[in-house]
């Protein structure tokens, strides 16, 4: 509990202790960068405008990594789909794609079922199943660098004309095999950690020659990368806001981390605990790709009016 400050009965002077906490006044610095991508919130907008028709309307895999954003269109009749057999059973109504994208055969699948599909899929997601789509069918080997169960990565995983390789981490490039005699495509995942990605790069063209490498991660999230890193070398406390699934904000926090041991890594004001910041003299706060600005705002004025 911080201390009563006693003022004196001149008011023209002020106490050391009011003095003090002026001096100590935490400084508070929100990154630019933090929240909704353009990929982003082009499919959260477009499934809200949806939701407002009369048809059913279904996302194939939750729209973003945002429980709450997820909980709300689902209040307004969005349901959430996460299965071929489950897309399967659906009859009549609207299927939109999520930001992730997903793989070649679901938009076939849809298109047998006569059904009306909405491609919510990122421009820059895109632009990878193009690429893959394309190097594949010209002979080349895939290799994904990103996370192998996340959605984007099963997504361009799916337009690969034959299997595709992921790894994320050196133990696992030194796990992959790739035949000597026949040329490799590497791609990233959009939201992969750019030094990270330049390491394991620089690591497989020492075992193999004919590579052809493409920087596929997104401007906008190496844009948030640079930024929260800087923050975070610059304050005594950094906050990270996002889902517990989003991808782009694990890669926040562990950025961050290594910059700022006292890192902390939460989905909304409700899992904010004061006593982290209690005595730090500043704060650094960033936010996953998927998060509302609304919780961004939220947490920054909770930190600015208790601190």
Known sequence: MRDLCLRTLDTNSTCAKCVRRNEEKMEVLLAKSAGFCFGVKRAVDRVYELAQTSAKIYTYGPIIHNEEVVGDLEKKGVSVIETKEELRQIKEGVIVIRSHGVAKEIYDQIEQQGLECVDATCPFVKRIHNIVEKESANGKQILIIGNAGHPEVEGIMGWSSTPAMVAECTEEIEQIHCNPDQPVCIVSQTTFNYNKFQDLVEKISKT??????????????????????????????????????????????????????????IQSLGDFNPECVNSVRSVGITAGASTPNQIIEEVHTNVRIKF
Do not use: P, W
């Open 208 to 265: 193999y020659y004919d590579i052809l490498v493409l920087n596929t991660i997104c401007n906008a999230t190496q844009e948030r990368q640079v930024e929260a890193r800087r923050i975070a070398s610059e304050v005594d406390a950094m906050i990270v806001i996002g889902g517990r699934h989003s991808s782009n904000t694990q890669k926040l926090y562990e950025i961050c981390q290594k910059e700022c041991k006292n890192t902390y890594f």
